[in-house]
Nanobody
Framework: QVQLVESGGGLVQAGGSLRLSCAVS????????MGWIRQAPGKEREFVAV????????AYADSVKDRFTISRDRVKSTVYLQMNSLKPEDTAVYYC?????????????????WGQGTQVTVSS
């Protein structure tokens, strides 16, 4: 069983920054991807960013490219999401989740293990 625990959410003004963390524990495969998925009130979950655990390749949604950075610390088994230049439309619950390397990481329905989520609120 894989456990994911997010932290780092909060309230920030537009233009500000936050860093989310996701600690991973339990049994995992030798290689997989870790992603951040968000869900705004009344909206579907949407892909934000993903990183391949073994080699660190990353990808981003167009809406966050050049503002967000995903990274991982393999020793600490933790994945991070550095969010800069935050906008009110970034307000959402942010989840970290795992996805197999053979699945479509852009589709949030392909993700299997999920954290409990952390709230990010950006005020205008």
């Amino acid at each position: 069983q894989v456990q994911l625990v997010e932290s780092g959410g909060g309230l920030v003004q537009a233009g500000g920054s936050l860093r989310l963390s996701c600690a991973v524990s339990g049994r995992t495969f030798s290689d997989y991807r870790m992603g951040w998925i968000r869900q705004a009130p009344g909206k579907e979950r949407e892909f934000v960013a993903v990183i391949r655990w073994s080699i660190g390749n990353t990808a981003y949604a167009d809406s966050v490219k050049d503002r967000f950075t995903i990274s991982r610390d393999r020793v600490k088994s933790t994945v991070y999401l550095q969010m800069n230049s935050l906008k009110p439309e970034d307000t959402a619950v942010y989840y970290c989740a795992t996805v197999s390397i053979v699945k479509n990481w852009r589709d949030h329905r392909e993700y299997d293990y999920w954290g409990q989520g952390t709230q990010v609120t950006v005020s205008s």
